[in-house]
Structures are given as C-alpha cells and as structure tokens.
C-alpha cells in the first residue's frame, strides 16, 4: 500500500484558495482570544504594576465572554483550515540542501503551530467545562503555551502573506475540478458553523441567550439564581462558615476589629448591582448589600492606597488568599457582601459574608471571609 501523493487529492476544497480566506478568521479568533488571555491573566497576579481597572464593572464579563466564544467559535475554523491544507503533508521534499532546510523549517512551524493550536483550544473548552483530566497547572500552563501558539502564527502569516494576498485577488472558483461541494459552498458552511458555535456559546455570558445557547456551560440555575462553581461542601467550610462563633477580623498592623455577623448588619449597609464573571466564560449579575471594605478598613485606621490580604475559611485551594488591589478597596463599589438580591447570602453563595468588586475576575470574589488584614 503506497503513500498517497499531491495528485490523488483532486477535489477543489484543498488547496490555497479556501485556506487564504478561512486562514484570516481563524488568526482574528487567536489574536482576540491572546488579548483577553493576557488580560484575564493579568487582572489575576496579586502584584500589578499598572493598576487593574475597577470600570466599568462589566468589563471582564465581557472580555473573558469573548474570549470563550472567540476560542469555541475557532475550533469549527481550525477544523476547516486543516481540511484545506492537509494533502501537502505528502508533498515531497524539494532535492538541495538549501530548499530542504528551508522546507523543513516550514513544516516544523506548521506542526509547533497546529499542536500549540490545538492544546489551547482542548484545554480550553475542557476549562470552560470544569474538566481537568491532567496534573498540570492549567493557568499557568495555558498563558505560556498561549505564547508559542501567537508567536508561531505570526512566523507562519510572514511566510504565507504574499500567497494569501495572491488568493483573495483571485475569483473563488478559478479552477475547474470536480467535488460533491464547491468552494463556495464550504465557505458559507463553515461561517454558518462559526456563528452557531458563537451562539451556542455565548448564553453563558449573555442572559437573553442562554435559551438557546446549549454549549453553555452556566445556565444561571444555582441558588438565589446565581451559578456556583465550589460549593461549601466541596471547600470544606460548611461547619466552620456556619459556626455560632464565626467572626470577620479586620487588622492593620496592631490595630484590629473583630466583627460578628450581626456587627457587621449594624454597620452602614450599601447596595450595588455586579457582576460575577468567571475565568470559564460564565457570568451573571446580582444585587449585592452588605459593607464598603472602605468603612471597614477605617475601623482600624488603615491609610488610603492599601492593599488588603484576603482570607477565606476554606481548607486548601489557590484562591484560599487573594490580594485586593488598593484600587478595588478605595472603590464605593467594593462590598464585604451579606445578602444577595434582598436575601441573606446561601451558604455556595459565601454566607456568612463574601467579597464582591467590580470588575473583577470570579475566583478573586473570595467567599466565606475570615480575615481581612492590611498588607505592610
């Protein structure tokens, strides 16, 4: 059995023509899923040199909306593109050395490309699912493999611009070779293929979608309407959050407070409509009562520009303590939450009292507050 050869691919959806114009879609949904990436990974490090902005309040719902959505809508894109180029996989090797080099550099591009390619658009959708059947850190893991993949795609459009430029001079159906589907015809599948994805998608972050958004993953289902991803069963904290006991310590230095649940309901109660968006793609907005960290940070005399080291009583986790940036706890909007939507806060939802802040990525509203403690 002979491998096959360029000749025996004879239909007209290979070639140059369909990937030049499928090719530039696909390198948008890359290049918007890299910007939001970096963002995404930003908003998350504890020390940020250029501040994080707290407006508007929606914006990382819709950034890491978009990036969810850019990346499922490239998967029918990819499968697409690869569909177009595959039969040069069996091209020969041009003989000398030079051209033979040359060659191989290419393909060697092409596979750091299409592997990079893939591994983030798999760990991705398995991310936005909760999926994790690796060991490896999967947001480190992402934003650094995320790196090969763009820097492979700007070699790969520098060595095909002047063939991607030839063919979108030229007429789709320039060549007359049989195939059950034109070139058009895949064309229009594929962009049909494209907006499904995106709004099969894209409920998980636009409410007036979710149904029929079915690829989904948050539907908004969960208590007080509100998605949970970690339960308090699953982060150990349903006897501790619970406890008669249970207190918030505020501390700056040698000066601290301890506030019961009810001392905290004493306090100034503000009210604020936020989001709660995820790194998932998911995001959903509730009405938050509780206290200003602001008015809690002057019980201890904490001077303005802090920032604050934010503990939670669950057990282990990345997230058990989190940095609140000083631009977050200045703001008015930044709530040590009570209550969502006129009730008090159910126990997935933080109770006895949870962070809440604008603009701001859903694994650093830390729930099920023990201490807040101003960094020195």
């Not at 993953?217 to 006897?239: F, M």
Request: proline letters at 7%; charged letters at 20%.
């Amino acid at each position: 059995m002979r491998a096959p050869a360029p000749a025996d691919f004879t239909s007209r959806l290979h070639g140059p023509a369909l990937a030049a114009r499928v090719g530039p879609a696909l390198g948008v949904c890359f290049a918007v899923c890299f910007v939001t990436g970096l963002l995404s990974h930003y908003a998350q490090q504890p020390s940020q040199p250029v501040p994080f902005p707290t407006s508007p309040a929606w914006g990382y719902r819709f950034t890491q909306g978009l990036h969810v959505v850019t990346g499922t809508v490239a998967v029918p894109l990819l499968l697409v593109k690869l569909w177009t180029v595959y039969p040069r996989l069996f091209h020969r090797p041009p003989r000398g050395l030079g051209r033979l080099l040359v060659t191989a550099l290419e393909r060697l591009s092409v596979l750091v490309l299409v592997a990079s390619a893939v591994f983030m658009l798999a760990t991705g959708l398995a991310n936005s699912a909760q999926w994790y059947p690796w060991s490896f850190s999967f947001r480190t893991t992402h934003y650094a493999v995320a790196w090969v993949a763009v820097g492979s795609l700007v070699l790969h459009v520098a060595v095909k611009l002047a063939v991607v430029r030839a063919e979108l001079g030229r007429p789709l159906e320039h060549e007359e070779r049989a195939s059950v589907l034109s070139r058009r015809g895949l064309l229009r599948t594929t962009w049909l293929a494209a907006g499904v994805a995106a709004l099969a998608t894209a409920g998980s972050a636009v409410p007036w979608l979710r149904d029929v958004s079915v690829l989904g993953v948050r539907s908004g289902d969960g208590p007080q309407d509100l998605p949970v991803n970690k339960s308090a069963v699953a982060a150990g904290v349903t006897a501790t959050a619970t406890a008669p006991d249970w207190a918030l310590t505020v501390r700056h230095g040698d000066r601290s407070a301890r506030l019961t649940r009810e001392d905290l309901l004493a306090l100034e109660q503000r009210t604020e409509e936020l989001p709660i968006a995820c790194v998932e793609g998911w995001s959903a907005s509730g009405t938050w009562t509780g206290v200003r960290v602001r008015d809690l940070l002057d019980l201890v005399d904490a001077p303005r520009g802090s920032e604050v080291v934010v503990r939670s009583l669950q057990e282990s986790g990345p997230y058990r303590t989190t940095v609140l940036q000083a631009g977050f706890a200045e703001d008015d909007r930044t709530l040590v939450a009570l209550a969502l939507d006129g009730e008090p806060l159910a126990l997935d939802h933080g109770f006895p009292a949870r962070l809440i802040a604008p603009n701001r990525p859903g694994v650093l509203q830390t729930k099920w507050l023990d201490r807040l403690e101003v960094a020195t």
